[in-house]
């Protein structure tokens, strides 16, 4: 029952700094909600094309591209690599959706 108590947490907690992630790019919140979607939104956010998406779909290949996305998403508002690896352990979701960091453009852009 604890375990499960503390799963919920983390999902919900999860659910809230990408809702507040969302909202401080200036995207709907609730697209943190939409399985795909989401997806579709913090390719915008971090300015990477839309058909990347094809390449979560590629098993191993997600992998790579989760964390290159994660670091543009932290990159994106102003703060290191790091923060964007310490996203897949929830850690660095909560700096950037509960934290002072700020909105910057999307990282890729240029890339």
Avoid at 29 to 39: D, F, K, M, R
Avoid at 70 to 78: E, N, P, Q, T, V
Avoid at 81 to 92: E, R
């Amino acid at each position: 029952l604890i375990m499960m108590l503390v799963w919920l947490a983390l999902v919900v907690g999860g659910i809230a700094a990408f809702w507040k992630i969302f909202t401080k790019a200036g995207k709907p919140g609730w697209a943190a909600l939409v399985p795909i979607y989401n997806y579709v939104v913090l390719l915008e956010i971090i300015g990477r094309p839309i058909w990347w998406i094809v390449l979560l779909l590629i098993p191993f290949v997600n992998l790579v591209v989760i964390i290159i996305m994660l670091i543009d998403l932290a990159k994106s508002f102003g703060k290191s690599a790091l923060v964007g690896l310490s996203v897949i352990i929830l850690i660095g979701a909560f700096i950037l959706g509960f934290g002072d960091a700020k909105y910057q453009g999307p990282a890729a852009a240029g890339s």
